[in-house]
């Protein structure tokens, strides 16, 4: 049942997670008369979205927005089989998963997009016009510091390897991580991990799977876990629902690594054909504006593009100039991590490195 259920996954289909949309829908009113509609179809947790949202409609205020919410490989299956059908989903697609939107623009899913605001992105940040990057999220360790004494407390992910390997018996099942197999963002990080060293990659794998990690398939619930203190470290968070976190939950403090820290922009397309490009055009641009990315800095996202953390994370005192930032450039490198031989592969390593996982929980991102 397991394998058939990972052959569906890797498949591309939505079978035991779709969930209708209808649940996940949310509907912004225009501030006064309506004179038209957005339709956004999404992978960001609304928290994160509505400052921005709300923000936009105050600089267009006739526009309605419908806000969609779906797991990532979700939204990538509903968005492929949209493009093949020639009816473009909504009209604009936002993603973690930027190797998802990647390989929708490769095959010829998006609408190029150009204006002044799109000169702003980072040449790493934007494919071909097609997908633009308009966050800058670090991948970082959570841990909850009521469980974790300050001496044992990693800053490295070799640190991390050796702890696990050093405490084994005091953290065996308290650690979180993505399971890959159900979650891209978890996917996309792993394979970059991978490519950083193989060595290291290979080593805190190990680790992981002697010390019986506890697999989930989404941020949001390994930090909460993390919170309550059922587990007492989370690898590879997103920074910015780390950060989120944290300021709900004293006890929840962030590790930026020392050695490397993969980077993640999300992604926004406009899909080929959408009924209104023009509305979803201008939602990427205040994206990328100094208005939008100002909102997203202090209210959204947190971490920025000029390296400096947000008080109180624990990192290096810049980001970006330290040089440990490993940003995922939004290339054709992107492809490889799409290829569906390659993908099938990395996953099933993975699954058998991992197989002393105790908690597989196949549940909500």
């Keep these: 049942m397991i394998r058939l259920f990972l052959v569906l996954i890797l498949a591309g289909l939505t079978t035991v997670q779709a969930f209708a949309a209808e649940d996940n829908k949310t509907e912004f009113s225009a501030p006064q008369s309506e004179t038209g509609k957005l339709t956004i179809y999404s992978t960001t947790d609304l928290p994160a979205m509505k400052p921005l949202i709300e923000d936009f409609q105050q600089t267009t205020p006739n526009v309605s927005i419908v806000y969609i919410e779906y797991l990532t490989n979700e939204l990538n299956a509903l968005a492929a089989e949209a493009c093949r059908k020639h009816q473009p989903l909504g009209d604009l697609l936002l993603s973690s998963s930027v190797d998802q939107l990647l390989k929708l623009a490769n095959d010829g899913c998006a609408t190029e997009h150009n204006s002044p605001e799109t000169l702003r992105v980072a040449e790493w940040a934007n494919w071909r016009d097609e997908v633009f990057g308009f966050t800058y999220e670090p991948a970082v360790f959570v841990y909850n510091s009521n469980k974790v004494p300050p001496a044992e407390v990693p800053r490295t992910h ?208």
Aim: include cysteine.
């Design 158 to 365: 070799v640190e991390l390897a050796d702890l696990l390997r050093e405490r084994l018996d005091y953290y065996r099942g308290r650690v979180g991580t993505y399971d890959i197999r159900l979650s891209g963002i978890g996917y996309l990080l792993a394979f970059n991990d991978a490519r950083q060293t193989t060595t290291v990659f290979g080593r805190l794998l190990e680790s992981m799977a002697r010390a019986s990690a506890v697999a989930r398939c989404c941020t949001g619930e390994i930090l909460e876990e993390v919170a309550r203190g059922n587990l007492y470290i989370g690898y590879n968070m997103l920074g910015s629902y780390a950060y989120d976190a944290a300021q709900r939950h004293p006890d929840l403090r962030i590790v930026v690594p020392r050695d490397y820290t993969l980077v993640l922009s999300r992604g926004a397309l406009i899909p080929k054909g959408a009924a209104r490009a023009d509305l979803g055009a201008a939602f990427l641009d205040y994206l990328l504006s100094e208005r939008g990315q100002s909102v997203a800095r202090t209210n959204a996202f947190y971490f920025t593009e000029s390296g400096e953390l947000p008080p109180g994370v624990d990192g290096p005192q810049n980001l970006k100039e330290s040089g440990v930032a490993q940003p995922i450039r939004i290339g054709p490198a992107l492809l490889a991590v799409q290829d569906r031989a390659q993908r099938q592969r990395f996953i099933e390593d993975w699954a058998q490195s991992m197989i002393e996982l105790n908690s597989p929980a196949w549940m909500r991102e």
